[in-house]
Nanobody
Framework: QVQLVESGGGLVQPGGSLRLSCAAS????????MGWYRQAPGKERELVAR???????NYADSVKGRFTISRDNAKNTVYLQMNSLKPEDTAVYYC?????????WGQGTQVTVSS
């Protein structure tokens, strides 16, 4: 079993920045993928960015050039640096951990971009 603890959400003005963190604990196999998804009201959950244990990354087109995903394998922690935030980035952000064909999810953290 894997547990995920997220932090770093909040309220920010358009153009501002936030950094999300997600720490995984439990039995962690070295080959895994960590990532962030988001879900806005009335919309489906969508991939924001993900990173493998070998540091291969991919991003949603809507966040390319603004968001950066990174990880610290020693701490089993993934980060999402979000810059140039827009109102349309407002959503609940969920940490995702994939390992051995199974997905684990964090509880979600609210990100609100508003003036």
């Amino acid at each position: 079993q894997v547990q995920l603890v997220e932090s770093g959400g909040g309220l920010v003005q358009p153009g501002g920045s936030l950094r999300l963190s997600c720490a995984a604990s439990g039995y962690i196999f070295s080959i895994n993928t960590m990532g962030w998804y988001r879900q806005a009201p009335g919309k489906e959950r969508e991939l924001v960015a993900r990173i493998t244990s070998l540091f291969s990354t991919n991003y949603a087109d809507s966040v390319k050039g603004r968001f950066t995903i990174s990880r610290d394998n020693a701490k089993n922690t993934v980060y999402l640096q979000m810059n140039s935030l827009k109102p349309e980035d407002t959503a609940v952000y969920y940490c995702n951990f994939w390992m051995r064909g199974r997905d684990y999810w964090g509880q979600g953290t609210q990100v609100t971009v508003s003036s």
